[in-house]
């Protein structure tokens, strides 16, 4: 039986330039993937434009797989007025709510809104939305693989950034920890970063694992930076592994670029004797 798999599509920012060839490919490898689901974490669009949203949906949605999609800092108003008044009303209008959740038996993903309205670039959670997915992974079936995905990110960016991490970072992974996440996905900083928290935290004895990740950008509107990879992410989930793929787009093509494993679960991938 193939693995269950999910896609992680970040910063689309559509609305930058038309680029065809990339979405013809991206509908290619995402059918051949065939994932359980297609996670789009934010900043959808670049200018929160009315056209923006309907092609940012059109595209994901001729991926014919089940979405859950997020908003990000580009996908609200920028007018200062408008921010506060109607901060969600476009995505609101292709998207059902800014915090959905996918359900089956094998997997549970928790979509959570880190748009703040007097935050250009920064984002935060509130506690409210932690324990909601507490509450969430506590009622997930026995084994179900159980994932995060915000659009600002947990992880620093190897290339210099102006973009800091979520506001209260330790506080906010501890406690996606704490609920039970076993992968937690973000994207907004256009760089892809994966680690398991066992590479960056003392732990004692046997800890269930947590992958983190930073997703590269779908959509690359300043391709002069260096800090920009256009990528995505595809997930493997197996009952004692995770696999996390890395796409980027290479001369006009999809290409694997990584290809990384962690433990699931408490066990280690191996002992050494
Ligand atoms: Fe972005
Ligand atoms: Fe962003």
């Not at 920012?13 to 996670?39: I, K």
């Not at 260096?226 to 990528?231: I, K, L, P, T």
């Amino acid at each position: 039986m193939p693995p269950l798999r999910v896609v992680q599509l970040s910063d689309l920012h559509v609305g930058t330039r038309e680029e065809p060839e990339v979405e013809d490919a991206l509908r290619s490898l995402v059918g051949e993937l065939d994932p359980e689901l297609v996670v789009a974490s934010g900043d959808l669009t670049h200018r929160n434009r009315t056209g923006q949203h309907d092609r940012a949906a059109r595209l994901l949605r001729s991926l014919e797989r089940p979405l859950l999609a997020i908003p990000g800092n580009h996908d609200i108003p920028r007018a200062p007025w408008l921010r506060f008044t109607s901060t969600f009303d476009e995505f609101l209008r292709v998207w059902p709510e800014t915090e959905p959740t996918h359900r089956s038996e094998g997997l549970v993903v928790c979509g959570l809104n880190s748009v703040r309205a007097w935050k250009q670039q920064g984002g935060a959670l509130r506690r409210a939305q932690i324990d909601h997915v507490a509450r969430t992974f506590a009622e997930a079936p026995e084994g179900a693989f159980r994932m995060v995905a915000l659009h600002h990110h947990l992880l620093g960016a190897p290339w210099r950034t102006a973009k800091r991490t979520i506001a209260d970072r330790s506080k906010v992974l501890g406690a996606l920890v704490d609920a039970g996440a076993e992968l937690v996905v973000s994207g907004h900083v256009h760089q892809s970063v994966v680690c398991e928290r066992r590479e960056f935290e003392v732990t004692p004895g046997l800890v269930r694992a947590t992958t983190v990740v930073t997703a590269p950008g779908l959509g690359q509107p300043r391709p002069k930076r260096r800090g920009e990879a256009r990528g995505l992410h595809a997930f493997e989930v197996y009952k004692n592994a995770l696999r996390a793929l890395t796409y980027a787009w290479l001369d006009g093509r999809w290409a694997l670029v990584a290809d990384r494993r962690f433990p699931r679960g408490r066990e280690p991938l191996a002992l050494v004797d």
